[in-house]
């Protein structure tokens, strides 16, 4: 079964501060993986988008990483600032799919305090 | 340009009774989607239509019928209402098909709630 399980469900971290959040995935064959970050309130806006080739992408202070052996990805965020507070979502999409399918997470839920 | 703009913001029925969700695009893109969010839960795909005049099934379609009116405008309708159709709905578009590597754009979102 197509499955995207993210962790932790919940993140608080102080402004300033680094953190990683996780991403498992079952989805196969595969083409690629996103990274969307969605504001309470608003819908989700892409940060990175990586093919099973690549294994870093950066978007500013955000660094995503891919793992397509071990069927894992990582969102690193820098410097955290109190704008990052969002819930963050890994989706990954399968490779020929014709029906424009998409595998969403849960989220992680970030709280960034000052 | 505005992006992908849906109406209404929000949105109270009651069981039973029809609307119909409007979502429009100014980015001349070929793909659209209506999806789902409800809480605890990740976004589930109920329609897509790859390009104007189709429509394809996704994830969660029952209760729910979609027309593609042009190449801007996709609508989600809801004949028959039910509680367990309370939920935010967003509209996305994109260039192309989510196996290649073309980025969706959401709308800001519909919040329903079915009484």
């Known amino acids: 079964k197509n499955q995207v399980e993210q962790s932790p469900q919940s993140l608080i971290i102080l402004e300033g501060k680094n953190c990683t959040l996780q991403?498992?995935?079952?989805?196969?064959?595969?083409?690629?993986l996103r990274w969307y970050k969605q504001d309470t309130g608003r819908g989700p806006v892409s940060l990175t988008i990586?093919?099973?080739?690549?294994n870093t992408k950066s978007n500013g202070r955000y660094t995503a990483t891919l793992d397509a052996d071990t069927k894992q990805s990582s969102l690193h965020i820098t410097a955290s600032q109190l704008s990052d507070s969002a819930s963050y979502i890994c989706?990954?999409?399968?490779?020929?799919?014709?029906?424009?399918?998409?595998?969403f997470g849960r989220g992680t839920q970030l709280t960034v305090w000052p | 340009n505005a992006g992908v703009t849906q109406t209404p913001k929000f949105q109270v029925l009651k069981t039973g009774q029809s609307m119909t969700l409007q979502c429009a695009q100014d980015?001349?893109?070929?793909?659209m989607y209506w999806y789902r969010q409800d809480p605890g839960m990740g976004l589930r795909l109920i329609y897509y239509?790859?390009?104007?005049?189709?429509?394809d099934k996704g994830e969660v379609p029952n209760g729910y019928n979609v027309s593609r009116l042009n190449k801007r405008e996709f609508s989600l309708r809801l004949e028959s209402a039910a509680p367990s159709q309370t939920s935010v709905y967003f509209c996305?578009?994109?260039?192309?098909?989510?196996?290649?590597?073309?980025?969706?754009?959401f709308g800001p979102g519909t919040r329903l709630t079915v009484t």
């Open positions: 239509s790859a390009s104007e005049g189709t429509t």
């Open positions: 996305a578009s994109a260039s192309g098909p989510a196996s290649g590597l073309y980025e969706q754009y």
């Open positions: 989706v990954v999409s399968p490779r020929g799919s014709t029906l424009g399918r998409l595998y």
């Open positions: 990586m093919t099973f080739s690549e």
């Open positions: 980015m001349n893109h070929n793909s």
């Open positions: 991403c498992n995935y079952t989805v196969s064959p595969f083409s690629n």
